[in-house]
């Protein structure tokens, strides 16, 4: 059973920056970790969760949603066994609930679908205030 927490949210005002972390537990042998696809979610009030980066644990290509990209950056550190989220001139647009996510994944292709994550955190709030 794979673990995921996330911390790091806050709250910054627009142009600001933030780093988000996601601890990665429960794999029985840490090489399995190579062959998670894990993503950032953001769900702000009344909206529907949205996907907004990926990634390949075992390479370096990433995936962005159109709101984030250029601004955002998604990166994993298999020797920490955490995946992060750097977030670059923030607007008050941001403001949601961040949520990190995994699956393993066959093609090693991420994805910013919902429906294809398995593994979720608990959410971390970033605030960005005009």
């Known amino acids: 059973q794979v673990q995921l927490v996330e911390s790091g949210g806050g709250s910054v005002q627009a142009g600001g920056s933030l780093r988000l972390s996601c601890a990665v537990s429960?794999?029985?042998?840490?090489?399995?970790?190579?062959?998670?696809?894990m993503a950032w979610f953001r769900q702000a009030p009344g909206k529907k969760r949205e996907g907004i980066a990926g990634i390949y644990a075992g390479s370096s290509s990433p995936t962005y949603g159109d709101s984030v990209n250029g601004r955002f950056t998604i990166s994993h550190d298999s020797a920490r066994n955490t995946l992060y989220l750097q977030m670059n001139f923030l607007n008050p647009q941001d403001t949601a609930v961040y949520y990190c996510a995994a699956s393993f994944c066959g093609s090693g292709t991420p994805t910013l679908r919902i429906d294809d994550y398995h593994y979720w955190g608990q959410g971390t709030q970033v605030t960005v205030s005009s």
């Open positions: 429960g794999l029985l042998d840490s090489r399995y970790q190579s062959l998670l696809c």
